[in-house]
């Protein structure tokens, strides 16, 4: 039985210990916005928080979240996921959506460390979050635009 404290709800999970985050999240906790892309870490599709920084959850055994915070995006809430999703939304980021879930967290865990970031912290931070859609530069207007909102 693996203990955390899920979305701000403590959480058992009854799963082996070896199985990926991202499918204990999936098919055992019911909470499918966070998505499988690559399963190897390469893509961001699976980004969650852990203690409130982004992680990859398809690579992470479920193991090593024990005793810890993990937040998904049916759980990010605050100001900075406020600004994120009216950003969003204002700048009609999503095309097909699929990478979104994930693309959010990492934007959210840019800003909640870096207010303020400069265009290498942004390019730096959401490295590694891949778009097939490839709206990039949407995504990268949406983080100065969330910046702005909480600024």
Not at 49 to 57: F, M, W
Not at 70 to 81: F, L, N, Q
Request: aromatic share 4%; charged share 20%; glycine share 10%.
């Amino acid at each position: 039985m693996i203990r955390l404290t899920l979305n701000g709800r403590e959480t058992a999970l009854d799963v082996d210990p070896e199985m990926p985050l991202l499918w204990a999240l999936r098919d055992h906790a019911g909470l499918t916005g966070t998505k499988f892309g690559c399963g190897i870490a390469q893509c961001g599709a699976c980004t969650v928080h852990l203690d409130g920084a982004p992680i990859r959850a398809c690579v992470t055994p479920v193991a090593a979240v024990e005793g810890a915070a993990v937040t998904t995006i049916e759980g990010v809430d605050g100001p900075v996921a406020e600004a994120v999703r009216a950003a969003w939304r204002e700048l009609d980021v999503v095309q097909c959506g699929y990478c979104q879930s994930g693309q959010i967290m990492a934007a959210i865990g840019l800003l909640s460390q870096t207010p303020a970031p400069t265009d290498e912290d942004v390019v730096a931070a959401m490295d590694g979050n891949l778009c097939r859609c490839g709206t990039y530069q949407r995504i990268r207007a949406a983080i100065a635009d969330a910046a702005t909102r909480l600024g």
